[in-house]
């Protein structure tokens, strides 16, 4: 506990309790970067693997601009560190799935999230040798660009939210082309995935191996297999709502509504019939100052997979109903968001709060993630990419739950010790 020197100047103090404040935050920082490096590395069968963990995840929070394997070196180390950290994330041979495993836990013993929230990350980059990168079209961006394309799992909640695994989309140029796997080090296990595949996966992964509850997925891709893209959730037993692309086509279900019978129909065609039913639903803005209330008007409809079961499982004859849900902000015509889900049970005004929990994420990853280099590897490996992503998420979570999430309290002095 920091406590002021109060001086006959009032001034000095006022001057002197910003900085305190400031050598708190530092302090609560490197505590919970020291506890959860103990969490995290436990896996590692030798002590300098876990040091350098450690010291990897201080200079993420310390080092000011591009995480570079340098940068980060010359916070905690120098020229000395550098050549032993670089090694450490693109030689070594740890695991890093059992770090993220660990991280998700630790998380959520703290506090339950909501749910996981699955979103895309673009990834730009100039150069043309870091692992999986090509010219990509982001649906979320409604643009094209040339670098990395991944998908995050992050433990979501209204107040916080923590990125804890991540799935490299590797396109057809670099799965079919063995030289370049071969420098990249890819497994042979890793093949090319759609969008659609790529961000299930990453989540499924997750909620069938390792040891956490189980919890509703956004998943907040522009889904067109939406049929395809459900039934792998049915038959995992996770509930989820995915985004739905505007394209997607659906069956009306329900015999009361407009284009019951009718066969396939665009989504936004069917959300247009209906959006007098709506209702308004209060939900709280994540990313906005404040947390500030919003409404929104909501309605579901109940439907089924163009050409399928209104039903959708495994081959889509499972006992998962789904639903779409349209959502608009203001008067316009046209929803502001679409989704669809297989939670038929809960309430509307409950999903779209559920929804919500994706622009958290966004804009976390946009104020914190950024800042302690998610997107900063500058190497050529599959492996070495996986390993700084994975500490540059543990960093995001010190930052978070330390409330260092802007440039200024990340970017403190250090402290005196190492």
């Not at 693997?49 to 990897?56: A, C, H, I, L």
Request: net charge positive; hydrophobic share 45%.
């Amino acid at each position: 506990m920091f406590v002021s020197r109060v001086d006959v100047d009032s001034g000095r103090d006022m001057v002197s309790r910003p900085r305190l404040a400031v050598e708190g935050l530092v302090d609560a920082r490197e505590g919970l970067t020291r506890e959860l490096a103990d969490v995290l590395f436990a896996s590692f069968a030798r002590r300098d693997q876990r040091q350098k963990g450690e010291q990897y995840l201080r200079g993420l929070l310390r080092a000011r601009g591009r995480k570079s394997i340098r940068n980060v070196a010359a916070h905690v180390g120098g020229p000395a560190a550098e050549q032993s950290l670089h090694h450490f994330i693109s030689s070594s041979t740890w695991d890093w799935m059992p770090v993220r495993e660990a991280l998700a836990a630790h998380l959520e013993q703290g506090s339950a999230p909501q749910a996981w929230v699955v979103r895309s990350m673009p990834i730009l980059k100039a150069g043309q040798h870091s692992v999986g990168v090509d010219h990509v079209y982001d649906p979320c961006l409604g643009q094209a660009f040339r670098g990395q394309h991944a998908f995050g799992v992050w433990y979501a909640s209204e107040t916080l939210s923590a990125p804890v695994h991540w799935r490299l989309r590797l396109p057809e140029t670099w799965v079919q082309d063995d030289n370049r796997r071969r420098r990249a080090e890819i497994p042979e296990a890793v093949g090319e995935e759609t969008e659609e595949e790529c961000a299930s996966a990453a989540v499924l992964e997750t909620m069938t191996s390792w040891r956490v509850p189980l919890r509703p997925v956004v998943l907040n891709a522009h889904v067109t297999r939406i049929a395809a893209t459900v039934g792998r959730f049915a038959d995992a037993g996770v509930p989820v709502i995915v985004r739905a692309g505007a394209a997607s086509q659906l069956t009306v279900r329900d015999p009361a509504l407009p284009g019951y019978g009718a066969g396939p129909l665009g989504i936004q065609q069917i959300l247009a019939a209906v959006r007098g039913l709506g209702r308004k639903a209060d939900w709280t803005d994540p990313a906005g100052p404040y947390r500030a209330r919003r409404t929104s008007v909501a309605v579901a409809v109940r439907v089924g997979g163009a050409g399928t079961s209104a039903r959708l499982g495994r081959s889509g004859t499972g006992d998962e109903e789904l639903v779409l849900l349209g959502e608009w902000e203001d008067a316009g015509r046209m929803p502001t968001a679409m989704w669809v889900t297989n939670m038929a049970s809960v309430p509307a005004a409950a999903l779209l709060r559920m929804t919500k929990l994706a622009a958290r994420a966004r804009e976390d990853l946009a104020v914190v993630g950024e800042q302690v280099g998610l997107k900063d590897f500058e190497g050529r490996s599959f492996r070495g990419w996986h390993r700084h992503i994975t500490l540059a998420s543990a960093a995001h979570a010190i930052a978070a739950l330390t409330g260092s999430g802007t440039a200024d309290a990340l970017t403190a002095p250090a402290p005196r010790s190492a």
